[in-house]
C-alpha cells in the first residue's frame, strides 16, 4: 500500500502566493510608468522642448541683431574709438545662436530616429507586462489550487487518523490556525 504524506503546514505555500501577487502589482505598475515615460518623453521632445528651444533662438538672434546695431551706431558716431566690449558681446551671442541652432538640428534627428530607436525598447516592455499578468497570474491560480488540494488532502487525512484512533479534531489549514486539543 502506498504511503501517505505527511501535510502539516500550506504556510509556506501561501506566503509564496501572496508575495508573487505583490511581485506582479509591483511591476505590472513599474512597467506601465516606464512606457508611459517613453510617451511622456516624445511628446515633451516634440511639443515643449522643441517650442522652448525656437522661443529662445529668436530671443538671442534679437539679442545679437540689437548688439551689431549698437556697434554699426557707434562706430558711425566714433570711429576712432575701440569697440572690443561690443565685439566681445557679439561674438558671444553669437557662439549662443549657434549652440541653440545645435540643439535644434540634434532634437530634430532625435525626433526622426526616436521611434525607431525606443520603440522597440517599449514594445519589450510591453511584452514583459503581458508576460506577468499572464503567465504570472496563472502561476497564482495554480498556486490556489495546490493551495486547495493540500487543505482537501489534510482535511482528509485527519478525518482518516481520527476514525483510526477514535479522536474528532478539525482540519490543519497552517501551522497558525491549528488548535491545540489538550489544553
Same mark, same amino acid.
Given at each position: 500500500?502506498?504511503?501517505?504524506?505527511?501535510?502539516?503546514?500550506?504556510?509556506? !505555500?501561501?506566503?509564496?502566493?501572496?508575495?508573487?501577487?505583490?511581485? !506582479?502589482?509591483?511591476?505590472?505598475?513599474?512597467?506601465?510608468?516606464?512606457?508611459?515615460?517613453?510617451?511622456?518623453?516624445?511628446?515633451?521632445?516634440?511639443?515643449?522642448?522643441?517650442?522652448?528651444?525656437?522661443?529662445?533662438?529668436?530671443?538671442?538672434?534679437?539679442?545679437?541683431?540689437?548688439?551689431?546695431?549698437?556697434?554699426?551706431?557707434?562706430?558711425?558716431?566714433?570711429?576712432?574709438?575701440?569697440?572690443?566690449?561690443?565685439?566681445?558681446?557679439?561674438?558671444?551671442?553669437?557662439?549662443?545662436?549657434?549652440?541653440?541652432?545645435?540643439?535644434?538640428?540634434?532634437?530634430?534627428?532625435?525626433?526622426?530616429?526616436?521611434?525607431?530607436?525606443?520603440?522597440?525598447?517599449?514594445?519589450?516592455?510591453?511584452?514583459?507586462?503581458?508576460?506577468?499578468?499572464?503567465?504570472?497570474?496563472?502561476?497564482?491560480?495554480?498556486?490556489?489550487?495546490?493551495?486547495?488540494?493540500?487543505?482537501?488532502?489534510?482535511?482528509?487525512?485527519?478525518?482518516?487518523?481520527?476514525?483510526?484512533?477514535?479522536?474528532?479534531?478539525?482540519?490543519?489549514?497552517?501551522?497558525?490556525?491549528?488548535?491545540?486539543?489538550?489544553?
Amino acid at each position: 500500500m502506498a504511503q501517505n504524506a505527511n501535510v502539516r503546514s500550506i504556510d509556506s !505555500i501561501d506566503a509564496f502566493r501572496s508575495n508573487l501577487i505583490v511581485y !506582479i502589482e509591483k511591476s505590472c505598475a513599474v512597467l506601465d510608468e516606464v512606457s508611459d515615460e517613453a510617451k511622456r518623453l516624445r511628446m515633451w521632445l516634440q511639443n515643449q522642448r522643441k517650442q522652448e528651444l525656437l522661443t529662445l533662438l529668436r530671443k538671442k538672434q534679437r539679442h545679437l541683431e540689437n548688439l551689431q546695431q549698437e556697434l554699426f551706431s557707434d562706430q558711425l558716431q566714433d570711429p576712432d574709438k575701440s569697440h572690443t566690449v561690443q565685439e566681445m558681446a557679439i561674438r558671444k551671442t553669437k557662439r549662443e545662436v549657434m549652440d541653440i541652432e545645435e540643439k535644434l538640428w540634434k532634437l530634430k534627428h532625435w525626433l526622426k530616429v526616436f521611434d525607431s530607436e525606443v520603440a522597440p525598447l517599449v514594445k519589450d516592455v510591453d511584452k514583459l507586462k503581458d508576460l506577468i499578468d499572464t503567465d504570472l497570474a496563472k502561476g497564482v491560480a495554480t498556486l490556489n489550487k495546490i493551495i486547495t488540494t493540500l487543505q482537501e488532502y489534510a482535511e482528509m487525512t485527519i478525518s482518516q487518523e481520527a476514525e483510526t484512533t477514535g479522536v474528532a479534531s478539525g482540519p490543519v489549514e497552517s501551522e497558525d490556525r491549528q488548535t491545540n486539543d489538550d489544553a
